[in-house]
T-cell receptor
Framework: DAKTTQPPSMDCAEGRAANLPCNHSTISGNEYVYWYRQIHSQGPQYIIHGLKNNETNEMASLIITEDRKSSTLILPHATLRDTAVYYCIVSALMNRDDKIIFGKGTRLHILP | NAGVTQTPKFQVLKTGQSMTLQCAQDMNHNSMYWYRQDPGMGLRLIYYSASEGTTDKGEVPNGYNVSRLNKREFSLRLESAAPSQTSVYFC?????????????FGPGTRLTVT
């Protein structure tokens, strides 16, 4: 079973920030939080990952709570091309026995 | 730099037929993976290979075999296809460096078993 809980779907207006929540209350100390997205019919695309500090890259920001039990992916200025399924995954880095498990994710609809 | 490539893009098989899905990456990654994705579902790991010459089972390995031919190529074989194996198959690779474990995915193979 996936170690994360995400809402099945969300809407966001184009140009606004999209905030996607993820609950991972059983996360272990050595597990990272990863975010991927899958645009219709394509292979998943890596977005960002983090351990406990907030992270930012050219695609998104990742905010992890201090207790690490939840996180939020922020797309700062959503566009129609951001419509996709977003997967939140927890996995220990370099742990061969801790396979990445994709749950059902959040289907994000960007509204024009 | 093509990233991860998969062949074929589409395939229709009859029950009992066999076939091999091919995957290659040109990023010099150590690890490679095979996933399947059923309609409306997330991805499920079939097999993975942490390095050339090694393979391990994932969540749903039954009915599949894999071969890590060399560092670049990782193939998935269906010996006797069944309708339950109708799915989209994704191959992925990752560098597994000290700081990064992100996976890069291919475009997928859409397989229908009738």
């Amino acid at each position: 079973d996936a170690k994360t809980t995400q809402p099945p779907s969300m809407d966001c207006a184009e140009g606004r920030a999209a905030n996607l929540p993820c609950n991972h209350s059983t996360i272990s100390g050595n597990e990272y939080v990863y975010w991927y997205r899958q645009i219709h019919s394509q292979g998943p695309q890596y977005i960002i990952h983090g351990l406990k500090n907030n992270e930012t890259n050219e695609m998104a920001s990742l905010i992890i709570t201090e207790d690490r039990k939840s996180s939020t992916l922020i797309l700062p200025h959503a566009t129609l091309r951001d419509t996709a399924v977003y997967y939140c995954i927890v996995s220990a880095l370099m742990n061969r026995d801790d396979k990445i498990i994709f749950g059902k994710g959040t289907r994000l609809h960007i509204l024009p | 730099n093509a990233g991860v490539t998969q062949t074929p893009k589409f395939q229709v098989l009859k029950t009992g037929q066999s076939m091999t899905l091919q995957c290659a990456q040109d990023m010099n990654h150590n690890s490679m993976y095979w996933y399947r994705q059923d309609p409306g579902m997330g991805l499920r790991l079939i097999y993975y290979s942490a390095s050339e010459g090694t393979t391990d089972k994932g969540e749903v390995p039954n009915g599949y075999n894999v071969s890590r031919l060399n560092k670049r190529e990782f193939s998935l074989r269906l010996e006797s296809a069944a309708p339950s194996q109708t799915s989209v198959y994704f191959c992925a690779s990752s560098a597994d460096s000290e700081y990064s474990y992100e996976q890069y995915f291919g475009p997928g193979t859409r397989l229908t078993v009738t």
